[in-house]
């Protein structure tokens, strides 16, 4: 009777330290998948939901989105005001986008200045026109830095998920939309222009 209590108190014991590892395993592979500055996911994050969006599309015939959004002049925030400023911007930035966004969407830093949102159930009508409107709100945008006012800027580029698409075919179609939506805005210059100072 003895052995079999203290065998049943080490089993609990022995289940609880695995469910601890567990959760301790699901933190990290949250932190892995999250981008430590703006607290929203990076794009090893990012890559995993699109996954998983393609498969729904093609399961269920659903509708989703992916916009692309670079930022246009950011590299000129760096070089002027130094990487804290950088970082301060882009915490500004990341907080429009996802007060922009619906709970159900995934917004993401997908690298550098480059941020990735997914929208679901937005016919490709809809996504252009959210596009715009992040574009909008990022170019509205007053960022103090120093004794100087300035504005950032943003291209978004758009693409539909097709469910027989693989995640690099759509973060490479969505890549030249918004390159292509940069170029014929006049912000994709050879050299980087100066910084918009705004009163």
Request: charged residues 30%.
């Given at each position: 009777?003895?052995a079999s209590?203290?065998?049943?108190?080490?089993?609990r014991t022995?289940?609880s330290?695995l469910?601890?590892?567990h959760?301790?395993?699901?933190?990290?592979e949250?932190?892995?998948?999250?981008?430590?500055l703006?607290?929203i996911?990076n794009?090893r994050?990012f890559?995993?939901?699109?996954?998983?969006?393609?498969a729904r599309?093609?399961?269920?015939d659903?509708?989703?989105?992916?916009?692309?959004?670079?930022l246009d002049?950011f590299?000129s925030?760096n070089d002027?005001f130094g990487?804290?400023?950088?970082?301060?911007t882009?915490q500004v930035v990341?907080?429009?986008?996802?007060?922009?966004?619906?709970?159900?969407?995934v917004?993401?830093?997908?690298?550098g200045?480059?941020f990735?949102?997914l929208?679901w159930?937005?016919?490709e009508?809809?996504?252009h026109?959210k596009a715009?409107?992040l574009e909008k709100?990022?170019?509205?945008l007053?960022?103090?830095?120093?004794?100087?006012?300035?504005?950032?800027?943003?291209?978004a580029?758009?693409?539909?998920?097709?469910?027989?698409?693989?995640?690099?075919q759509?973060?490479?179609?969505?890549?030249?939309?918004m390159?292509?939506?940069?170029?014929?805005?006049?912000?994709?210059?050879r050299?980087?222009?100066?910084?918009?100072?705004?009163?």
């Amino acid at each position: 009777m003895l052995a079999s209590r203290e065998a049943e108190s080490r089993l609990r014991t022995l289940e609880s330290e695995l469910g601890a590892a567990h959760a301790r395993i699901r933190h990290l592979e949250t932190l892995i998948e999250t981008d430590p500055l703006l607290d929203i996911l990076n794009r090893r994050g990012f890559e995993r939901e699109l996954t998983r969006a393609i498969a729904r599309v093609a399961r269920y015939d659903g509708s989703a989105a992916i916009v692309f959004i670079d930022l246009d002049h950011f590299k000129s925030i760096n070089d002027q005001f130094g990487h804290l400023a950088g970082d301060a911007t882009l915490q500004v930035v990341s907080d429009t986008i996802v007060r922009s966004c619906r709970n159900s969407d995934v917004v993401a830093r997908f690298g550098g200045d480059e941020f990735a949102v997914l929208f679901w159930n937005l016919s490709e009508e809809d996504a252009h026109a959210k596009a715009r409107t992040l574009e909008k709100r990022i170019d509205e945008l007053r960022l103090r830095l120093a004794a100087d006012c300035v504005s950032v800027g943003a291209s978004a580029g758009v693409t539909m998920l097709d469910g027989s698409d693989s995640p690099d075919q759509i973060i490479r179609r969505a890549d030249a939309d918004m390159y292509s939506r940069k170029t014929a805005k006049g912000r994709a210059p050879r050299h980087e222009p100066a910084l918009r100072a705004v009163s």
